[in-house]
Structure formats: C-alpha cells, structure tokens
C-alpha cells in the first residue's frame, strides 16, 4: 500500500491537535498520560510536538479518555481554521 503525502493542512491539523493535548496534558507527566493510554512517552512527545501528525484513531482516543476530552472537541479543534486559545470544557 502507498501512502499518500501528507499536505500542509495535514500538518498544520497535526500540530492543532498536539497542542491541545499538550494543554490538556497540563502539569502531569508525559510518561504518566503516555502509559495511562497505553502508548510510549516517545509517541506522545511525537504526536504533541507535530512530528507524528495523522496519530491512529485508537491513541488519539486512548489519549482523549485518559485526558478526559471528547472526540468531538479534538475533531472540531483540530479541523478549525485557527488554533484554540484555551480548550473548551
């Protein structure tokens, strides 16, 4: 299977999306979120910095149920025109 290139809006969802798991992260540990959704604290550090843009649906939602955010929030944040200042409750 050939995958297609990734398109800057891909790349600018991606980076919308780890910030807002970086803002959801807040104080808590990289390795403790990491390990509550059953991924590698590298993983995570890829997916919040942008370097791991398109994440498969089950990290994000691994991550979005141990960050305790919808689906729905990460969908309409990470598809938006412009980042977020704060996330939604």
Do not use: W, Y
Request: charged fraction near 20%.
């Amino acid at each position: 299977m050939v995958r297609t290139p990734l398109t800057a809006l891909d790349h600018q969802r991606g980076e919308r999306l780890g910030a807002l798991l970086r803002q959801a992260r807040g104080e808590t540990s990289m390795v403790q979120v990491a390990a509550a959704a059953g991924i590698s604290a590298e993983t995570l550090r890829k997916i919040e910095t942008g370097r791991a843009p398109t994440p498969s649906f089950f990290t994000v939602a691994a991550l979005a149920t141990v960050l305790g955010i919808s689906l729905d929030t990460l969908a309409t944040i990470s598809h938006a025109e412009e980042p977020p200042l704060s996330t939604p409750a």
